[in-house]
């Protein structure tokens, strides 16, 4: 049960910009994860305000690597990862996050509720910088038929989007990262 209240507190977190369906009137238009003009990769972000109600916007992440619609990359530093599941129908009431992260919805549908009366869906693909440290925060409810799988990506506290330059992990020589030698093409886009 614990898992559980854990995996939806972090569900409810973030609002996404995937190809979510069932979007309400004022939501924000989906993001695209990459087009052939993209010159950064962009999320929602749920932030708190200064009114003590989170808010979404669309933002920019730091490139890092690629550029004009061809493998754009954002690379950030990570505290931590946690995967979970939810069964349809649950729901928490009102509240934020304790560090800034990302939640990403891997199955299923979670309606985020915030302080103005506005509801958001999350569905499969949708990713969401949840940074609503402070304040009200949101309310999250699991909505559909399918269990909501959402894997959480936290991110340091103090400097959340710092880009990270190098592919290979902390420590490792570039001669021993595979990621560094990695040489993508780009191919045609239509």
């Known amino acids: ?31 695209s994860p990459l ?3 993209g010159k950064a990769m962009r999320v929602m972000h749920m932030s708190g305000g200064a009114d003590g109600e989170s808010h979404l916007e669309i933002i920019d992440l730091p490139l890092t690597g690629g550029g004009d619609g061809h493998s754009v990359q954002s690379r950030l530093r990570a505290t931590d990862v ?3 599941d939810t069964l349809p129908g649950d729901f928490i ?3 934020g996050v304790s560090t800034p992260r990302f939640l990403i919805v891997l199955a299923g549908q979670l309606e985020v509720g ?3 009366g506005s509801k958001h869906i999350l569905s499969k693909g949708d990713i969401v910088l949840a940074d609503d440290v402070t304040g009200r925060g949101h309310t999250s409810r ?7 799988r959402i894997l959480t990506v936290r991110l340091p506290k103090d400097s959340p989007l710092a880009p990270k330059s190098s592919s290979c992990p902390d420590g490792m020589p570039a001669d021993q ?5 990695l040489q993508g093409q780009a191919g045609p886009h239509k």
């Open 1 to 31: 049960m614990k898992a559980r209240h854990i995996f939806a507190a972090a569900a409810m977190i973030g609002m996404s910009c995937g190809p979510a369906s069932a979007k309400q009137a004022g939501d924000p238009p989906p993001v």
């Open 35 to 37: 087009s052939p003009t």
């Open 82 to 84: 946690e995967i979970g």
């Open 93 to 95: 009431d009102f509240h």
């Open 114 to 116: 915030l302080g103005d």
């Open 142 to 148: 699991m909505i559909g038929t399918e269990p909501v």
């Open 177 to 181: 990262c595979v990621a560094a030698r």
